[in-house]
């Protein structure tokens, strides 16, 4: 008999807030034990009391800066711990990218590499590592409906996570381990404050809430779903950015970008 999905032991990097937090509740309150993973300390054990509060959930907190790739390694070895395994692995924590392409300062494109692309990369063969093992587990990988278009580094970013999500799924292939890539449109988070990114050209009509985009994911996860993009909103968005000339979409993304400048 097939085990059920999401259940056991959930492992959410950027557990703390928007997309992530959300993905914790879910999880919770389906009766996942959790593992919450972020930078900032005091508001990992606020998150973990609350939610264990609220669920009854044991929640453990890592903190580890994703960025750092010796921090990276210890999430990697939470990941590997055979005696408490991690059955449902959320590669969530990421940032805003707002610098251009064409700058004597490429450090924050560098950082946002190292974070959405080296540390999913580097978690994601841990987690598929063990999970191979056990026949059994479930990853998400959030990438963004921004990865099928041209909006400079954080396209780029999020097109190298859908990408890399289809193929680790194509290798895991009847191994029992489901991996889901998440195209969310814009949610509303703390994201866009933190990269100070304006928003206010964007029509209140497109704004997802965080709590509905993992509601609609957890359930493609169910279906075996490679891919989910909530909202039919932006699933249109996302089938037009895939199939329309690139010309057109490039036009487009132009006009968005000059928005947010
Ligand atoms: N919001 C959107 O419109 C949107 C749309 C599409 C995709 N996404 C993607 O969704 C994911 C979550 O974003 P969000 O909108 O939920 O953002 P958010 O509200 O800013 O939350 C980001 C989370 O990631 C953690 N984090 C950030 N940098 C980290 C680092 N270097 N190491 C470890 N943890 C780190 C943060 O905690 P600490 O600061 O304590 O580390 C926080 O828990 C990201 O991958 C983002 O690219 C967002």
Redesign the pocket.
Known sequence: MTAPLLTGRALV??????????FAKALAARGCDLVL????ED??KRTADELHQRYGVDVEVLA?????RA?VDAVTARLADHDSPVEVFVN?????VHSRLVTDDTSEHE?AID??IT?VVVLGAAAARSMRERGHGVIVN?????GLITMGG?SAV?SFVRTYSESLSLELAGTGVQVTA???????????E?AGIRTGSIPSSLW?D?DRVVADCLADVEKGRVRSVPSARFKVLAWLAEHAPRAAVRKVTARLVSGRR
């Open positions: 990097t950027g557990g703390t807030s928007g997309i992530g937090l959300a993973v972020a930078r900032d508001r990992l580890a800066d994703l960025a750092d921090q969530n924590a990421g940032k805003g950082h974070l959405m540390a959030v990438s963004s409906v921004a954080y999020k998440l195209l969310p449109g814009w949610v509303r988070t703390e994201f866009h933190r997802l965080a």
